[in-house]
Structure formats: C-alpha cells, structure tokens
C-alpha cells in the first residue's frame, strides 16, 4: 500500500508497516536535550538508578535556555550537565557559546527519514530537513537516552502544498501563521503536516525552519517538508555530504489537504495572548511598541538578520530592540556579511545563541503593561515575563519595522 | 483505578506557561512547583486544589512547552485526574508519566459545572457526575495504564528492571 512520509519513517523505526492510530515502539536517531531540561533529564536517570546512554554519538546536548547563566542556580545547572557529559564521554555537546539546540540540530544532525525526539517542545523544527522530529518531557526523553527508542502513536497525516513564490517581506512566520489563523491552534492535534513545496527553491531552507519550529503551536505531532533538491542542497552546502532521502509514495492517503499561495500572503501577526489569534499587519498597525525580539529557534536566522538589515539600514531604531541569532555560526556570517554592524549601528542590542527573552528567562523581560513585538513562537499571557504584558508575534520584516517606528508597521511601506 | 472529588473548571488552551511560569523551571521539588500551579490565571489556585480536585477543561489543555514540571506541579497542588476536551501531546504523556490520569470526554465543558463531584474509572473512562449522570470518556489501557498504576514512568522504569534483573 502506498505510504506517506509518516507511515514510511514509522515503519522503519518500527521494523513493521504501520497505520495511524497504531501504538508502536520506536528506535530513534537522535535523542537530545538542553540546560533548562537537561538536569531534570539526568535527575530522571539517577532516580531510576539507570545512568547509562544507548548511543554516545546519538546524544545531542547544547546549552541554550540558561545562556549564558543569569543567576547562580542556571551555573550550577550547567555544572552538573557538563559533569554528566565529562563522565558519560558524551561527544555532541555544545556549551553556551554555540547556539540555540533546535538551530544545532537542523546544522550538524537532522538526517531525512530520522526520528529524533528531545526534551523541548521545539523539536518540530528539524521536520524542516523531513525528520520526524517530536518534543517530549524529561521522563519520555531519559527513557530514549537509556534505552534507544520510545512509543509514539502514529498520527493521521494532513498534507499541504505551498505553491508560488513570496513576496518581498513574506517569511516562513507568516506562513506558520497563515496555517494557525486558518485552522486554529488544536485542529492538527493527533495528525502529523506533511508540506509539499511546488518550487523548492522558492522556499528555502531558514522559511522551511521557522515553519516546522511552529508545528508544535498548531498542536501537530510532527511537522515535515516533504525532503526535496532544497533539502539535499542545504545538507550538502553546510555538511559536505548527500543525504539519503525519503519521500511519500504516488497515491498515498492524507485525512484532507490543503493549499497555500505564497503570492497572495501578506505580513501576519498573532496578537495577545495565544498564537492563533492571527490578524494582517494593518489590522493592528500603529499600536505602541516597548521592545522588539529578532531572533529564536523559529526566527534567528540569516534570511532574517538580512530582511531586519534591509529596513534598519542607515536608520535608528525607536523602541528598544534585540537581534539574537539562533547560532554562533549564523553569528558569524551574519557579521561577515555586515548585518550585525547594520543593526548595531541602528542601536539594536545584539548577542548570540541563546534563547534569551523567548521564554522570559533573561536578556530582556517583559516588564509590567509593556507591548512586545517578537519573532519567537509564543506569546502566551505572561510568557515573555510580566502577566501584565503583551507579545505579538511576527516576522523579522515587521518587527524590524516596528522597531524603527516605535508602533508595529507595515514592512511594505518600506519596499 | 478509581478517582474522585470535586470540579474546578477551566476553558480552552490552557498552555504550560500558564500552568507552571518558565521562572520556576529551575526547580523540579514538587511542593515548590506546586506552589505556582496555574499561577498567571488564578494565584489562589494552589489553596483551592490543595483538598483534592479533578480539573475539568476545554481543548488541547497543556499546549505549548515539554515542561514536565506542568504535570508534576498539577499533581503535587492535589489535582487527582484531568477531564478535557483534548489534550496537547507531550502534555498529556507528561501526566501519565508522573501518575496524573487524564481522561478525553469531547463536549466535557458543557457537560460538568465547577463545584459537581465527579468520579472516574479510569481504566474505563466512565464518569459519573454527583452520583446521577455516567458519561464515557476515553479510558487509560495498555502500557500507559501501567505506568499509570506504577505510579509514574520512574516507578514503571525501575520495576521493569528490577524484573529485568530477577531473570524473569
């Protein structure tokens, strides 16, 4: 029978032919996890008295949440992983100055046809390579770093297909945020998005990201482009190899499907407080702006860093700004090609690979009645600090030029 | 296995942030967590639950993060068991994992009121709401019951080890 992308990875994680709905136990590629999660991971294995991995090389640990450490409780997390990673010989382990797990992952180890699970709900974001890719909690994570596998039921796949190309200030944000307007934050809940791109280079790998980053916002158990030239180019350019690819077969069965015209999309944004609360850019245009976040595993990208150069050339921001690439890498191509000193000289405020106000943690909470316009992926009540703050979230183009008009604006006045 | 006590009630999308704030997520002590539960929405949250209550919600209740703290601090404040309209992946094996039921019942929401006493069966997922209506939502079986009856994914790790180990 002919199967999709989900049923074909399942089945050979499985070692038998599987359907939506079946339970199966699964072997996984890569099991991974960051600070934040990662002594609850380790804490997990202690109690169960189980202080072993399966795999070495398949253990993936990058420092992230707490990077670099705010407050001595985040050092001493930090402590106790790089002991666990100095005992255990854990090869794949990147401290606070190499960037963001999900970007890590996507750079250095997302294989098509992989299962990769991690304690981060994130995870989704190495669908973009065509991994099915989930988040799990601490407990599900350090039974896969012992054993080698896990349980997953597999979901109904729901495919859509992205056709034309996009405009000049369209990112893969307001793509994500095209599909959760349309469709609502729990209507994927049990089903697995399978993305069809019409013409593979009209949608590249960085938009591909930001989409697959944000299938855990749409509730979806995974999300993946379906591996196509795009995929196989990426993989080659950035590690020198070509990958194995898997593709769904002719004729397989998907619950519906969906299509989407890239050249039709305006800039979107997701007002308070949840991230299917989608409207266009001039529905909420002119709205006062405290602070604006570039950067996240979903939008801390070099195609992102270009677009925010592109309107912050030459120019001073109005509201406060901070640009934080996902990498230490991307970091570094972004300094090459003059991005960071554009926004710098624009009086953004620019580190590097950390997840820094995404969640609140450090490097610029949200303070009490403040308006944020963010890149990341949530903006839940209270999620980027303060209860009594708002975030809305956009692509790097309107943040960018809501940065620069102290109110949120339309990118398009800028073309 | 058999749950009970009395409703509190919520609405759609109750997301992680709101269940346990990242700011406490350096800490996994249950009472600490327990402290904060549902902190954002209700500050009164952790004396109301503190008598034993099962939550009753609205769709994909737990979206968002992997925190498994959401769980563990639900639990830990006297949440018994979970009714919802559906639940978000992760959040939901997060729950069975740290021996919190949670049972799927569409429509639920129109169904229980705040204050009713409920009683699961969770093995069956029948409800029965004041000792008058039964409804059937979806039961816990097969390994994910378990773990449930272990106590937790932990418990259910070692005595499968310990099994493991006696050469059964």
Not at chain 1, 101 to 109: D, M, P, S, W
Not at chain 1, 280 to 289: A, I, K, W, Y
Not at chain 2, 94 to 108: K, M, Q
Request: charged fraction near 20%.
């Amino acid at each position: 029978m002919p199967q999709t992308l989900t049923e074909k990875i399942l089945s050979r994680a499985s070692g038998k032919s599987v359907a939506p709905g079946d339970v199966v136990e699964v072997k996984v590629d890569i099991a991974a996890f960051h600070d934040l999660t990662g002594y609850h991971v380790i804490e997990v294995m202690e109690k169960a008295g189980m202080l072993k991995v399966f795999d070495k090389q398949k253990i993936v640990i990058a420092f992230d949440h707490l990077a670099p450490p705010p407050d001595v409780r985040s050092a001493e997390i930090q402590t106790q992983i790089r002991k666990f990673v100095k005992e255990l010989k854990i090869p794949n382990f990147h401290d606070i100055n190499v960037g963001i797990l999900h970007q890590i992952l996507l750079e250095k180890y997302a294989n098509p046809g992989y299962v990769i699970v991690a304690a981060d709900s994130h995870t989704t974001t190495s669908g973009a390579v065509g991994a099915f890719a989930q988040g799990l909690g601490a407990s599900d994570v350090a039974a896969a770093v012992i054993t080698g596998k896990t349980w997953v039921m597999v979901p109904q796949p729901f495919k859509i297909m992205l056709e034309g190309k996009p405009g000049k200030w369209i990112n893969g944000k307001d793509v994500a945020l095209k599909i959760l307007g349309d469709f609502k934050a729990d209507y994927f809940n049990g089903m697995s998005i399978e993305i069809f791109v019409r013409e593979p280079s009209a949608f590249p790998m960085d938009f591909r990201a930001t989409v697959s980053n944000m299938g855990i916002e749409m509730n979806a158990d995974a999300l993946m482009f379906v591996p196509d030239d795009e995929t196989v180019n990426y993989i080659k350019t950035n590690r020198g190899y070509e990958p194995n690819t898997v593709r769904p077969d002719e004729g397989a069965k998907y619950v519906d499907e969906y299509t989407i015209d890239l050249g039709k999309l305006e800039p979107l944004v997701a007002a308070p407080h949840s991230v299917d609360n989608v409207k266009t850019v001039n529905e909420v245009e002119g709205l006062d702006v405290d602070q604006v976040f570039i950067g996240s595993c979903t939008n801390g990208r070099i195609s992102d860093f270009e677009i925010a150069a592109k309107i912050l050339k030459g120019k001073r921001v109005k509201s406060r700004c901070i640009a934080i690439p996902a990498s230490y890498d991307l970091f570094k191509k972004a300094m090459e090609l003059g991005y960071i000193e554009t926004l710098v000289n624009a009086g953004c405020i620019v580190t590097y690979g950390t997840c820094g106000p995404c969640l609140g943690g450090h490097f610029g909470v949200a303070g009490p009645g403040e308006t944020i316009v963010s890149t990341s992926s949530r903006n839940f009540k209270g999620r980027m600090g303060s209860n009594d703050s708002k975030v809305y979230l956009a692509g790097p183009a309107v943040a960018a030029a809501s940065a620069l008009e102290g109110k949120i604006t339309d990118p398009r006045r800028f073309s | 296995m058999i749950v009970e006590g009395k409703v509190l009630k919520f609405g759609d999308k109750i997301d992680t942030d709101i269940i346990i704030p990242a700011r406490y997520l350096k800490y996994t002590d249950p009472q600490y967590l327990a402290q904060h539960a549902m902190e954002p929405l209700d500050p009164e949250f952790y004396k109301k639950a503190s008598a034993g209550v099962i939550l009753v919600a609205g769709k994909v209740f737990g979206m968002g993060s992997s925190r498994e703290q959401a769980a563990i601090a639900l639990k830990a404040s006297g949440v018994r068991a979970i009714i919802a309209e559906s639940f978000a992946r992760i959040f939901y094996r997060n729950a069975i994992n740290n021996g919190l039921p949670a049972i799927v019942l569409p429509g639920v929401t129109q169904l229980i009121n705040e204050g009713d006493y409920v009683k699961i069966n969770v093995e069956t997922g029948e409800i029965i709401v004041n000792n008058q209506k039964v409804y059937k939502g979806r039961g816990i079986t097969g390994m994910p019951l378990k773990i449930l009856e272990s106590g937790g994914l932990l418990d259910y790790l070692k005595k499968v080890s310990i099994q493991n180990q006696g050469g059964n």
